[in-house]
């Protein structure tokens, strides 16, 4: 990125295994150490996805009952963060 915009620092994190409320809770982090641009993506994309072999993709896949349970989470992340 550097050669299209100088200053950039490129951070990939990884550690979906660590649950939506670490996630959260490293993203925090991230903003207190200054990040401008978080880019989360939690498995959502892939409800009733088909892997190569015909199984249903069960990987990161996140249930709307499971996402609402984060909801007050997500709510008070993002009026943390709002300017």
Same mark, same amino acid.
């Given at each position: 990125? !550097? &050669? ?5 620092? #490129?951070?990939? !994190? =990884?550690?979906?295994?660590? +649950?939506?409320? %670490? ?8 903003? /207190?150490? $200054?990040? =401008? #641009?978080?880019? @989360?993506? @939690? +498995?959502?994309?892939? #409800?009733?996805a088909i &892997?190569?072999? +015909?199984?249903?993709? !069960?990987?990161?896949?996140?249930? $709307?009952? %499971?996402?609402?349970?984060? /909801?007050?989470?997500? /709510?008070?992340?993002?009026?943390? #963060?709002?300017p």
């Amino acid at each position: 990125m !550097d &050669d299209v915009g100088p200053g950039f620092d #490129v951070i990939v !994190d =990884r550690n979906s295994d660590a +649950g939506i409320t %670490a996630n959260v809770a490293a993203s925090v982090n991230l903003v /207190e150490d $200054g990040v =401008r #641009v978080l880019n @989360w993506s @939690w +498995g959502i994309h892939r #409800v009733g996805a088909i &892997d190569i072999n +015909g199984k249903e993709v !069960d990987s990161l896949v996140r249930s $709307g009952i %499971a996402m609402s349970g984060y /909801e007050e989470l997500l /709510e008070e992340f993002f009026l943390m #963060v709002a300017p």
